[in-house]
């Protein structure tokens, strides 16, 4: 079943052709205020906040930042689970993700087996999801067990985003890891927009509107950007050039 959420991003993405979502680490410190910069966002035309983090250790930390984030936005909040950890009752719904390229079956069935009563309890909206690091793979894929899929070999991830539209997912994610030099080359992304219907979400390295209107263009239907709210100061300014940018 398609809850409330989900819809409004398919709606958004076919109203926009690609859609950004602006992505907060409740684990930053110093300086860091997520609520402050989620309202940026949403002035900037962020579609969505998406929270969570890797390395995320205290869900305490996580329902504050969500109950502070939702105070201050309209827009939807979505988590970004590293694990039953990154699970909050304050959310608006869930990515129910699996890093199908992991070695390790923990992140690829096993917190979600750990995860799911509690996402039933909370009665949160889930949204299915295949999760791909590929490249670097960064702070993701060190902590997934991952192993990265080069960028040479985009075979590789059309294999992973096929299986995860056969087994039902209804969205997919390649991820380059936050902070990544490189984002995932938009010859990835054509080549597995070429094989999967479903929508495709890309981020890792996006810092500019160039770079995400390159990988809206190779065939993304959403963009996800995390550290460069986090480096700048005008972080709504920054967001709404790159959504004008993919919007165009
Ligand atoms: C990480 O893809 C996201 O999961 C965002 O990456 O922090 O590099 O924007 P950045």
New binding site residues.
């Given amino acids: 079943m398609i809850g409330k959420v989900e819809r409004y991003l398919k709606d958004k993405m076919s109203e926009e052709g690609c859609i950004h979502f602006t992505?907060l680490d409740p684990d930053k410190s110093s300086g860091y205020d997520c609520a402050q910069i989620a309202k940026e966002a949403e002035g900037g035309g962020t579609a969505a906040i998406m929270i969570g983090g890797?390395t995320l250790a205290s869900s305490q930390d996580l329902d504050a930042a969500v109950q502070r984030i939702k105070k201050e936005v309209n827009v939807p909040v979505i988590l970004?689970p590293n694990g039953p950890i990154g699970v909050s009752r304050h959310a608006d719904a869930i990515w129910f993700m699996s890093l199908l390229n992991s070695h390790n079956p923990y992140y690829i069935m096993e917190a979600q087996m750990l995860s799911a009563p509690l996402i039933k309890r909370y009665k949160l909206e889930a949204i299915p999801m295949g999760y791909i690091i590929c490249g670097e793979g960064?702070v993701?894929g060190y902590v997934g067990h991952a192993r990265p899929i080069s960028y040479r070999h985009p075979k590789l991830a059309v294999g992973y985003s096929l299986a995860a539209e056969t087994l039902g997912m209804r969205f997919v994610?390649l991820?380059?890891?936050?902070?990544?030099r490189e984002?995932i080359p938009t010859s990835m992304i054509t080549s597995v927009k070429k094989h999967v219907s479903i929508p495709i979400v890309?981020?890792?390295?996006?810092?500019t509107p160039e770079a995400a209107l390159a990988a809206k263009n190779a065939g993304a239907d959403a963009i996800?950007?995390?550290?460069?709210?986090?480096e700048e100061s005008l972080v709504g300014e920054k967001i709404k050039e790159i959504v004008s940018a993919i919007r165009a």
């Fill in positions: 992505l890797s970004f960064c993701a994610y991820e380059a890891g936050s902070g990544a984002p890309t981020g890792g390295g996006i810092r996800v950007t995390g550290n460069m709210v986090e």
